[in-house]
């Protein structure tokens, strides 16, 4: 296991909001973390991609602490989309993706044919190759959701973390979003996503995580994971559990 | 567009560093300033130990002052912050003042440090106050509090000690009357501070996309920030030795540089130290040429055109 956390506790101003979890993540796989607001799947996310530090336990890559790599090296083995980001001024979109290449370039950030090479093609993967002159500001948040993606994937991780990378996004572009993700993924790349929307994770995803009050409740395959009892336990809800008809995944409808 | 405004920029500022020699209480024709850098020339005094290290003061002191405020605005990501509003320019003059009153025999070459000293202090302040996370207004108006604040401090000392008043009016509003070689040769050391700028251009466009972005991309963005900041305050406190506060140049210069050729700091740091310096040799060929013989000093100029900017900036920052 690559990614792995021991006996993690992180949270915000002393207040531990991931209680002492343990996890190790399924390499190869599209991991998703659920549960309801509050329940720490962000912050234990931001954890593993070391924008917060542990207050207690730690995290590991590749069986060394996460906070002992150099950031540059580790930038070029994990990536992270956050839940929001600012708007910046005076940035063009194929400036903002080409960012995600400055892992590998030098101290002046000059790209060279390969760096060129993959910007071109993840921006056509995210479908924002013909905004690339437009301002990121001028853009709507659906489409700046995609720009973000981009300069994420431009990053070339073998891990990917994404923070509900469908918000602000139409549905249209949710679902061209997660066949996105399966194709990166047959590539070979680990994805570990927050995600609102359980029946989109049941159906996208192999491997679901789902947390409560700062624990891990039950992870597994979406068929083990998804059953009326975790709904109730979890979410407090009635409901039921049924086939989706074309991905045959199991899918919740609430009573 | 943008990388076309490099050279326009360029050929402004070498416009005007010859407007600058050229005009003054006494305007000379073209000819008569190449004759006044030999010795011995009628114009050599006005010239060369006038005009031109006061003109090249001037083109500097504005680089780097805008210089500083793209480094802050960078880092705290808020359009309304730059060291003279945030009160760390009258920081530190607050400091030289203090020392010119208090040690009116001491050595001026100490200047520069007493104003980093000042300068320091005053930016721990806002630190101390308005902690890492407070809100771009909060920061703002807690640092315009504190510049006046620190302005009717140097009030207090030069109605306490008036004797030493003529040295320390000369500071307040930040003029470049009488500053000549010595001045410059203050300077010079400070100057190494534009290259440690430069060399963070590419670490700046990472943080100005928020911390959790910039630390995935390998950032290191509490190092960053801090020696940004250093290196804005030791920006800011050099000239603030030499020339007094100058407000605004930093709050205004990055901010219509930043309109001009984008947000990339590859190009915008540089392009900014041409803006600032374009903003501080026209207002002081302004305060120069208004009234002769009588001079404005420089920094009444900017803020007359900087103030009503930050109230706009102000009003349009939600």
Redesign the interface.
Known sequence: MSLSTHNLSVGYHDKAIVKQVNLSIPEGKIIALLGPNGCGKSTLL?AM???LSPMEGHVQWQGKNLHSIA??????Q???L?Q???I?????VK??VA??R??Y?G???RLNRQDQLIIDSVMHETGITELADQLVSELSGGQRQRV?LA??LA?DTPYL?LDEPTTYMDLSHQVELMHLLRKLNKQGKTIITVLHDINQAARYCDHLIVMKQGSIITQGSPDSVLTQTLMKDVFSLNAQIHRDPIAKTPMCVVE | MATRSLPILLLILLGLLVANLMFGAVSLPFKHIIEGFQVGNANYFTIHEYRFPRTILAMLVGAMMALAGALVQGVIRNPLASPDVLGVSHGAGLAAVFYMTFFPSADISWLPAVALIGSLIAALMLWWLCGQHSSTIKLAITGVALAALYASCIDFLMLVKPLEINNALLWLTGSLWGRGWNQLAMLLPWLLLIPCALWLAKPLNLIYLGDDSAISLGVKASTLRLVSLAIAVGLTASCVAICGPIGFLGLVAPHLTRKLVGGRHQLLLPSTMLVGAILLLLADLAARTIDPPIELPAGIMTAIIGAPYFLWLLFRTK
């Not at chain 1, 950031?71 to 070029?76: E, M, V």
């Not at chain 1, 910046?88 to 063009?92: Q, W």
Request: net charge positive.
């Open positions: 931001k991609a070391r924008i950031s540059k090296k580790l930038a070029q994990l990536a992270l956050p929001t980001q600012p910046p001024e005076g940035i063009k400036d903002l960012y995600g400055s892992p370039t101290f002046w950030g973000w300069m994420t990053q973390l």
